[in-house]
């Protein structure tokens, strides 16, 4: 193991075993190396490589502190990898989605609220016949936030959220090309939003499979047609 990795391994396992926890000052630079029996230097460049990846948090003048370790803010590194991907590799986060999303719209089917439930139909209500293929979006993307968000699984709302995000130009270069998307994607909402009203939880997760699934084909032809989906959304 080199000794970077080493070093890494040690503060790990210090967060681990409770040693040090969420919002901790880690010990000195010195008295650190001591304990891991560690170089300053190796310390440095894994305290580097923990900041890069949300664990821990450099204050200048104050001292390297653990963050709060939330589900949400480690995964913010994901993000940075889904937006360096290509359109074909978007195509992959996109099944992983279809894989993930039912089951945390199963889930929320028995965990949302009565008012939360219809304040997904509030939200659909608010969608005129003439809305934009923006406006839908925009749309789309809330309707998809509230419920994930109760699912009441950080880890799981987290990691659906951000592959979600990353489809928005798919979602908006669909329904600017693909005659029947803007009212098609409106229905497929009504129909999750009416099972879950149901509370049923295996019919949401069909018709949470079914909506993400056709954004998953649209853009498998649309990349053998090659369209400018990679430029600029219009």
């Known amino acids: 193991m080199a000794v970077t990795d080493r070093?890494?391994?040690?503060?790990?396992?210090?967060?681990?075993?409770?040693r040090v926890r969420?919002?901790?000052?880690?010990?000195?630079?010195?008295?650190?190396?001591?304990?891991?029996?560690?170089?300053?230097?190796?310390l440095r460049e894994a305290v580097r490589a923990l900041s890069l990846m949300n664990v821990l948090d450099v204050r200048q003048g104050d001292g390297t502190y653990v963050t709060s370790l939330t589900p949400a803010l480690l995964l913010d590194a994901l993000s940075f990898t889904l937006d360096l991907q290509h359109d074909d590799s978007i195509l992959q986060f996109l099944e992983?989605?279809?894989?993930?999303e039912p089951v945390a719209t199963a889930m929320a089917a028995?965990?949302?609220?009565?008012?939360?439930?219809?304040?997904?139909?509030?939200?659909?209500?608010?969608?005129?016949?003439?809305?934009?293929?923006?406006?839908?979006?925009?749309?789309d993307q809330e309707f998809?936030?509230?419920?994930?968000?109760?699912?009441h699984n950080d880890v799981l709302a987290s990691l659906v959220e951000r592959?979600?995000?990353?489809?928005?130009?798919a979602r908006v270069w669909r329904g600017l090309t693909e005659e029947g998307a803007v009212a098609?994607?409106?229905?497929?909402?009504?129909?999750?939003?009416?099972?879950?009203?149901?509370?049923?939880?295996?019919?949401?997760?069909?018709?949470?499979?079914?909506?993400?699934?056709?954004?998953?084909?649209?853009?498998?032809?649309?990349?053998?047609?090659?369209?400018?989906?990679?430029?600029a959304t219009p």
């Open 110 to 139: 028995t965990r949302l609220t009565d008012a939360e439930i219809a304040g997904l139909g509030d939200l659909l209500d608010e969608l005129d016949d003439d809305a934009g293929v923006e406006e839908l979006v925009a749309n």
């Open 22 to 42: 969420p919002g901790d000052r880690l010990p000195p630079e010195a008295e650190l190396g001591e304990v891991l029996g560690l170089s300053r230097s190796s």
């Open 184 to 231: 098609r994607t409106r229905d497929e909402h009504r129909s999750i939003q009416r099972a879950l009203a149901q509370r049923e939880p295996d019919l949401a997760h069909a018709w949470a499979s079914v909506h993400i699934a056709g954004v998953e084909d649209w853009l498998r032809r649309a990349l053998v047609e090659k369209p400018p989906y990679g430029s």
């Open 96 to 100: 992983v989605r279809r894989i993930l």
């Open 7 to 18: 070093a890494i391994e040690g503060i790990k396992q210090m967060i681990i075993s409770g």
């Open 144 to 151: 998809h936030r509230r419920i994930v968000a109760g699912c």
């Open 163 to 169: 592959l979600s995000g990353q489809t928005h130009r």
